[in-house]
């Protein structure tokens, strides 16, 4: 185990160190629960390590994040309602004046304030979660609409390009030294099954769609809402923060709001889209975004939808052939059952596509 006490003392920040344990349910960075004592108050803050095998250049993805909250904290400044000020975001320096600290091994670290009386979710449970939650990337989108997309790194290139994944996927077909093949034969026809996604997402070329900023992993459990009010408190993991197009960001929410399983589950029969669900998704988010978004963006929406969750089955069953590189698993065919999972809801967006579409209409006018 890292010693995260000498980690945590390079950042300016005052008191005596208590104790650290591993903190959410992320894939891919460490993040661990950091309490302190400061003058016998306990302040909690999060420490978080840079997977630097996926974010090639940790620098990039924390001068993303330092202008993305200091532009948030200026808009919030600006709404009068500072006092939530506390309850956003913010990178802590280091003691030499770095919003990172880089150990020996090369690994980048940050720290973050710890958001107090504040919950996530893994699974959405009522409409009012999916509404609030969506409500809350809705008003993330449109803090940023104004942000110079210049100014924002793009850290992973091709991060939703269904085109690559598609690429990358049938290359690692043709090679023999890789064994698990065999054992995905059938995941390997549903690639194929919903192969026509990728022309929905080849025309999305010829549309009015603009680059945005977006946030590129909008699941349920990286949004916050107040404990008591349950209203939406604040994005968080904005480490894949870069310009891409506001399809991907509805279409994660649809992946990890509608259905009631969990991404991981073998459950497959349960895996659904409760539309009560949806509908309140589109309904949060369109109550933020429907003045800024472009018609072709609007009748898109859920195209996105599709790409996404049929893009996250690729990569969880590329990742299950490639012997489990990239995602943190916990047991062996932990990537496996996720792709499997994946493909169910795509079925079922799949039957369900004409009732969703008449659903966001009343929502995306
Ligand atoms: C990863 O690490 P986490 O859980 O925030 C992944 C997302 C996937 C997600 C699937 C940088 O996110 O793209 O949608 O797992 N992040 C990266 O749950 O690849
Ligand atoms: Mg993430």
Known sequence: MKDYESIFNNFQIEGTFLNAIPFGSG??????????DQSEKIIKYILRKINSYVFKEPKLIVENTVSVTNHIEKKILKSNKSETLNRTLKLFKTKNDDFYFIDNEDNYWCVFNFIEDAITYDNVNTEDQAFEAAKEYGKFQKYLSDFEIVKCHTTIPDFHNLSNRLAKFYNLLKNHKYKRI?????????????????????????????????????????????????????????????????????????????????????????????????????????????????KDEKENLLVGAKIIIYEQAIRFLTDYIEGDVYYKINFTNHNLVRAKNQFALLDDVELNLKIMEEILKKYAK
């Open 182 to 294: 065999e054992s995905s034969e059938r995941e390997i026809q549903l690639v194929e099954k919903f192969r026509h996604i990728e022309k929905e997402f080849l025309q999305l070329k010829n549309l009015n769609i603009p680059l945005r900023i977006t946030h590129n992993d909008t699941k349920i459990n990286n949004v916050m809402l107040d404990e008591k009010t349950k209203k939406g408190l604040c994005v968080i993991d904005l480490d894949t923060v870069m310009p891409g197009i506001i399809l991907n960001d509805f279409g994660d929410m649809v992946r990890s709001f509608v259905s009631p399983t969990l991404e991981d589950s073998s459950d497959y029969s349960k895996v659904k889209v409760r539309l009560n669900i949806f509908e309140a998704l589109a309904n949060g988010y369109l109550s933020e975004t429907n003045n800024i978004l472009t």
């Open 27 to 36: 894939h891919i960075n460490d993040t661990i629960l950091v309490t302190i």
